[in-house]
């Protein structure tokens, strides 16, 4: 079983549309999470942190439920900007070991 | 450098050939990772060092990859008797492994391509 699975995707959305992508993680003992994001043929780069409490970035927000270990990220007035690999990432505390997500595609179309 | 820098940016070798990639993490970060990605696929892991621990090497897929950390700074991944199926782009990440959510900021990768 994978450390932290998503659906691969593609989401085709609209530009303006809200978009949500989830992730699960299967480490009851990760203690931090975060989203990347990836644009084709790049490496990989922070997009946000996840708290316990959420966080919001701009159109973007970021949400953690332990109980059911699983990570989303919201993506609100979407822009074909926007359109990119989102990677899901738990880290472990002792280590801060790092366990990526295959990442979830996303399409912005005019 | 103010990132991550990774060495080469491109290697092109013949099927049976060893090869060494190099990465020169942030200045002071302690952690740092090897990971591999295929071509349209998620990040693979294949090694960790953190700080003067014994490295995790749970990621590496076979007795032919092998990594070093010398003085906690610089770090080669080196690939032995190359495979076709060893393409694919390395990426190194280093982390301030000080925080609890400390971000890990990637070098822009070695594409390694096995003929």
């Known amino acids: 079983r994978k450390e932290v699975e998503q659906d691969p995707g593609p989401f085709n959305v609209p530009e303006g549309a809200t978009v949500a992508f989830n992730c699960t993680y299967s480490?009851?003992?990760?203690?931090?999470f975060f989203w990347y994001r990836q644009d084709c043929r790049k490496e990989p780069k922070l997009l946000m942190s996840?708290?316990?409490s959420g966080n919001e970035d701009g159109r973007f927000t970021a949400q953690l439920n332990r109980a059911s270990q699983y990570i989303s990220l919201l993506i609100r007035d979407s822009k074909l900007s926007d359109s990119a690999t989102y990677l899901c990432?738990?880290?472990?505390?002792?280590?801060?070991?790092?366990?990526f997500g295959s990442g979830t595609k996303l399409n912005v179309k005019p | 450098g103010a990132g991550v820098s990774q060495s080469p940016s491109n290697k092109v070798t013949e099927k049976g050939k060893d090869v060494e990639l190099r990465c020169d993490p942030i200045?002071?970060?302690?952690?740092l990772y090897w990971y591999r990605q295929s071509l349209g696929q998620g990040l693979e892991f294949l090694i960790y060092?953190?700080?003067?621990?014994?490295?995790?090497k749970s990621g590496l897929p076979s007795d032919r990859f092998s990594a070093e950390r010398t003085g906690g700074s610089v770090s080669t991944l080196t690939i032995q008797r190359t495979q076709q199926e060893d393409s694919a782009v390395y990426l190194c990440?280093?982390?301030?492994?000080?925080?609890?959510?400390?971000?890990?900021?990637f070098g822009q990768g070695t594409r390694l391509t096995v003929v």
């Open positions: 990440a280093s982390s301030l492994a000080r925080r609890r959510d400390t971000e890990a900021f």
């Open positions: 480490n009851s003992a990760s203690q931090s």
């Open positions: 060092f953190q700080g003067n621990s014994a490295p995790d």
């Open positions: 990432v738990a880290g472990t505390y002792n280590f801060n070991k790092f366990y």
């Open positions: 200045s002071g970060h302690t952690a």
């Open positions: 996840v708290y316990s």
